[in-house]
Structure formats: structure tokens, C-alpha cells
């Protein structure tokens, strides 16, 4: 675990800024981070240089110059940094999301039936998931495990869904082991 104190602003930021380069994989604009923090551009330009001091970002120069984060802000955030993570799907509304991936699903409460959680941690944003939506995350590689609920709550700086279960199937086709 990382010993470096981040403000909820800078894991915010550094959290998009780890989503945006793992679509883009090259150099993120400050412009872009700005846009999906919901930010103004200078104030992550000013973030940008107290991460740059705390050795968690590297300013890229040049036209196609940006941001890009360096590998101790993967472990600030404690953030699994793989070359070829399993491919976990995420569907919203129905609609597979491209640029996600499910990193790990905690269950809550399962001794609740009826009150059963699930805590569905995301690579990528969930800016655009709101409560009330329908989420299926699933299959999981190896079990097949397929999880649906309805949005209860989610939290944008550690990208969390939080989920109440309506459904969850183990395995929902032939497990691969």
C-alpha cells in the first residue's frame, strides 16, 4: 500500500488520468482530463504539477504532448497495472461499455438475500451510470459468474458501482476450467 496521502481531487483527477490513457494509450491533454473531471483546464493544470512533484504523473512536451502516469500512481491508487488483464464484460442499460473492464466484484451482505450488494470495481469511468440503471457485469473468466442488479450508488474517484442484486448465475454458460 502506497504511503502518499492524495486529496480527493488529486485521486480524482489521477484516476481519469489512468482511465483516459489506457483508451488512448499515448500522452493524455490536460483538456481531456478537465472534461471528464468536470473541471477547468488551469485547475488541472495546477493539480498536475503538485502530482508531477509527488512523482505521479510525467508531463509529455510537444503538440501531441500531455500527461501520462507514471507506475507509482497506479500503486497510490492501488491499481493493478496488467499488460493483459481477463476481459470482464460491463453491460449499462444493455449496452456493452467498450472502454470497461471489471477489475473485481466484492459481495456485501450475502447472508441478506434480500439486501445483498455488490461493490463492482471498474477499469474505466462510470461517469455516465446513474442510479436506477439496469448494470449486468459478466461473465467472469474462470467461474462464469454473471451478476445484475440496479444501481444503488457509485463512487467516480475508485470508479465503484454499487449494486443491488437482482440476479446472479454461477456458472451461466460452461466454466473454463
Given at each position: 500500500?502506497?504511503s502518499?496521502?492524495?486529496?480527493?481531487?488529486?485521486?480524482?483527477?489521477?484516476?481519469?488520468?489512468?482511465?483516459l490513457?489506457?483508451?488512448?494509450e499515448?500522452?493524455v491533454k490536460?483538456?481531456?482530463?478537465?472534461?471528464?473531471?468536470?473541471?477547468?483546464?488551469?485547475?488541472?493544470?495546477?493539480?498536475m504539477q503538485?502530482?508531477?512533484?509527488?512523482q505521479?504523473?510525467?508531463?509529455?512536451?510537444g503538440?501531441k504532448?500531455?500527461?501520462?502516469?507514471?507506475?507509482?500512481?497506479?500503486?497510490a491508487?492501488?491499481?493493478?497495472?496488467?499488460?493483459?488483464?481477463?476481459?470482464?464484460?460491463?453491460?449499462?442499460?444493455?449496452?456493452?461499455v467498450?472502454?470497461?473492464?471489471?477489475?473485481?466484484?466484492?459481495?456485501?451482505?450475502?447472508?441478506?438475500?434480500?439486501k445483498?450488494?455488490?461493490?463492482?470495481?471498474v477499469?474505466?469511468?462510470?461517469?455516465?451510470?446513474?442510479?436506477?440503471d439496469?448494470?449486468?457485469?459478466?461473465?467472469t473468466?474462470?467461474?462464469?459468474?454473471?451478476v445484475?442488479?440496479?444501481?444503488?450508488?457509485?463512487?467516480?474517484?475508485?470508479?465503484?458501482?454499487?449494486?443491488?442484486?437482482?440476479?446472479m448465475?454461477?456458472?451461466?454458460?460452461?466454466?473454463?476450467?
Amino acid at each position: 500500500m502506497s504511503s502518499i496521502e492524495l486529496t480527493p481531487s488529486q485521486k480524482q483527477i489521477l484516476t481519469a488520468l489512468i482511465n483516459l490513457y489506457r483508451e488512448s494509450e499515448s500522452a493524455v491533454k490536460g483538456e481531456d482530463i478537465a472534461e471528464e473531471v468536470n473541471r477547468n483546464p488551469g485547475t488541472i493544470r495546477n493539480q498536475m504539477q503538485s502530482l508531477k512533484a509527488l512523482q505521479l504523473v510525467e508531463g509529455v512536451p510537444g503538440p501531441k504532448g500531455g500527461y501520462k502516469p507514471t507506475a507509482n500512481a497506479y500503486e497510490a491508487l492501488d491499481i493493478q497495472e496488467m499488460d493483459e488483464p481477463a476481459t470482464v464484460p460491463l453491460y449499462h442499460e444493455g449496452e456493452l461499455v467498450a472502454e470497461a473492464n471489471v477489475e473485481g466484484i466484492d459481495l456485501s451482505s450475502v447472508h441478506h438475500p434480500e439486501k445483498c450488494r455488490a461493490e463492482i470495481h471498474v477499469q474505466g469511468s462510470v461517469r455516465d451510470f446513474h442510479e436506477g440503471d439496469k448494470v449486468t457485469v459478466g461473465p467472469t473468466p474462470l467461474s462464469k459468474l454473471v451478476v445484475e442488479g440496479v444501481l444503488d450508488g457509485k463512487d467516480d474517484t475508485s470508479n465503484t458501482l454499487i449494486l443491488i442484486i437482482e440476479d446472479m448465475v454461477a456458472p451461466a454458460e460452461e466454466p473454463a476450467h
